[in-house]
């Protein structure tokens, strides 16, 4: 099946009624200069961009994945996606499926260098959005729990029984009986022990490691 150009327009509830005639034209335009034919139009007319899931563009994205499309043609990056890292997931959609992106208004094309250099900068830029939403979040917990604050639900199962009664071999309905907590409750406890002991035999092994790496290294310890 021969593979088809796909043109990209959206609207939001605040835009003018004609804003989506514009694009559209403006997407013509573009596909009669490049002697593009047939070109599919996916339209979201009334449509937020901060909405993860639109119809048009997930009719599009789909088609993208079922490799019908050999090129995306936006009229720009603001009515295409609703952040960098939005972005970004599509671009890389893109690259791994080999379809061309190209946005109007800004005049980027992943086809040329220029193209190219900017999917390596929204790359680092969408990373640093990451980090500093990571790093809001950890401020924002750190703060609540300096004034006291309980982070998530409060446990109350207790740790130390249902521990007890792990290595004691009982089997998890029983523990749930006699700990008076929930089946689920008696499965996080051991996968919280389980973990704690993965991370205490790592942390042996480096120590082990990082021992045997300095005593062939030539170094004398004295002896003991």
């Not at 640093?128 to 939403?133: F, M, N, P, S, T």
Request: hydrophobic content about 40%; charged content about 30%.
């Amino acid at each position: 099946m021969e593979k088809r150009v796909a043109c990209y327009a959206r609207t939001s509830t605040l835009d003018q009624k004609t804003g989506l005639e514009s694009q559209v034209r403006v997407l013509r335009t573009y596909c009669d200069q490049n002697e593009i034919k047939d070109a599919l139009f996916f339209t979201d007319d009334g449509v937020s961009g901060t909405k993860s899931s639109r119809p048009a563009l997930d009719q599009l994205m789909a088609a993208v994945d079922r490799d019908e499309i050999s090129s995306v043609v936006v009229h720009s990056f603001s009515r295409f996606a609703r952040s960098t890292t939005h972005l970004l997931n599509a671009l890389t959609r893109f690259k791994e499926k080999k379809v061309h992106f190209a946005s109007i208004s800004e005049r980027i094309d992943t086809n040329s260098p220029v193209g190219v250099a900017i999917f390596s900068i929204l790359a680092a830029i969408a990373q640093l959005e990451r980090d500093l939403i990571a790093m809001r979040v950890k401020i924002g917990l750190e703060n609540a729990r300096a004034k006291g604050k309980q982070i998530g639900r409060k446990k109350l199962r207790n740790s130390v029984l249902i521990r007890e009664l792990l290595k004691a071999g009982m089997s998890f309905r029983k523990i749930s009986m006699v700990a008076k907590c929930s089946h689920g409750s008696v499965s996080a406890e051991k996968k919280s022990m389980l973990y704690e002991e993965e991370m205490a035999r790592q942390k042996l092994e480096a120590q082990a490691a990082a021992a045997k790496n300095t005593n062939d290294s030539g170094v004398i310890f004295p002896a003991t």
